[in-house]
């Protein structure tokens, strides 16, 4: 594979989430279940389908372990404070990942591992490929998988683009400390602890005189002496929760290495896919607009 291959890969569950908190409650199925979400990420990724050209390469990674991955079994208050799905919602995302089959876009996702593993585990076979990887999502977390210089976080519904370099910039840490970070700062949104009293500042400070998490917790006496306020305070809070950081550095990792997962996945689209969303919409009674597209880009694909 030439080094000027890309993969595009599709952190899915999240702006599967954005469409069902911004779409207005305009569509509805015959027997009224609502499909706002599934309409705002079939446009999504129509448009993300035109604007990249129809990549060969590209997958989508689905979130369906809520409650029960493997990380719940480190620390069963990972993501507790998450509701698990009503009807509606799980309707809309077995809908959207129908949607995206019928795309043809390579699909993944399990009761076993989140999105994020799937999309790293994805990432770790391009690049050994000696193929880019451009994660399209809008989850900080999977700044992680910049690991190359021509490999790039794009937020595709802000037109965001970040790579290694303007990732390190805005948290002060490179990807491959951002779990390091993580366990330091904690993440609230899911339930990962952190150390009291560090913020980002401090704990972007300590990994730029540490690299990681083991060098840290070898030079604890060390710590004192870097200039940061409260700097013997800090190294005192440090040694206090150091299980809890360790614990939360597990948490924030990605797993790439899937056991069932070896091939890259490959995406050639054609008229028939198009055609084959198109009756589905019609299916979930999404007409107009959304549904013409779909026709059209079906004649341009012939």
């Not at 705002?40 to 590209?58: H, I, K, N």
């Not at 409650?67 to 009807?87: F, H, M, T, V, W």
């Not at 076979?125 to 910049?146: M, N, P, S, W, Y």
């Not at 299916?283 to 880009?297: D, K």
Request: charged share 25%.
């Amino acid at each position: 594979m030439s080094g000027a291959a890309r993969a595009w890969l599709i952190d899915a569950s999240i702006y599967i989430f954005r469409a069902w908190f911004s779409m207005p409650d305009n569509w509805h199925t015959a027997d009224g279940m609502p499909v706002g979400a599934v309409y705002g990420y079939t446009r999504f990724l129509l448009d993300f389908v035109e604007q990249t050209d129809a990549p060969r390469y590209c997958a989508a990674a689905f979130d369906e372990s809520l409650g029960s991955n493997y990380r719940n079994a480190i620390y069963p208050a990972y993501k507790s404070s998450r509701e698990l799905p009503d009807e509606a919602l799980a309707f809309q995302l077995e809908a959207c990942r129908e949607v995206t089959e019928r795309l043809g876009i390579p699909c993944y996702g399990g009761p076993l591992y989140e999105a994020d593993d799937y999309l790293a585990t994805l990432a770790r076979l391009f690049r050994e490929a000696d193929c880019a990887v451009t994660v399209v999502t809008r989850d900080k977390d999977l700044g992680q998988l910049i690991h190359n210089p021509d490999d790039n976080w794009w937020d595709f519904a802000q037109g965001e683009l970040i790579d290694r370099a303007a990732f390190s910039l805005r948290f002060g840490v490179e990807p491959e400390q951002f779990a390091d970070y993580l366990a330091l700062v904690g993440d609230p949104v899911d339930d990962i602890p952190g150390v009291p009293g560090i913020g980002a500042k401090t704990a972007a400070a300590l990994l730029q005189s540490y690299p990681t998490l083991d060098k840290l917790g070898r030079g604890l006496h060390g710590v004192h002496a870097i200039k940061l306020r409260g700097a013997k305070g800090i190294a005192a809070k440090l040694k206090e929760h150091w299980p809890q950081v360790l614990l939360a550095r597990q948490l924030a990792s990605l797993e790439d290495e899937i056991a069932d997962i070896h091939e890259l996945p490959s995406f050639d689209i054609q008229s028939e896919n198009f055609l084959s969303l198109a009756a589905y919409l019609k299916e979930l009674n999404i007409a107009g607009p959304l549904h013409r597209r779909c026709e059209q880009l079906a004649k341009k694909s012939r």
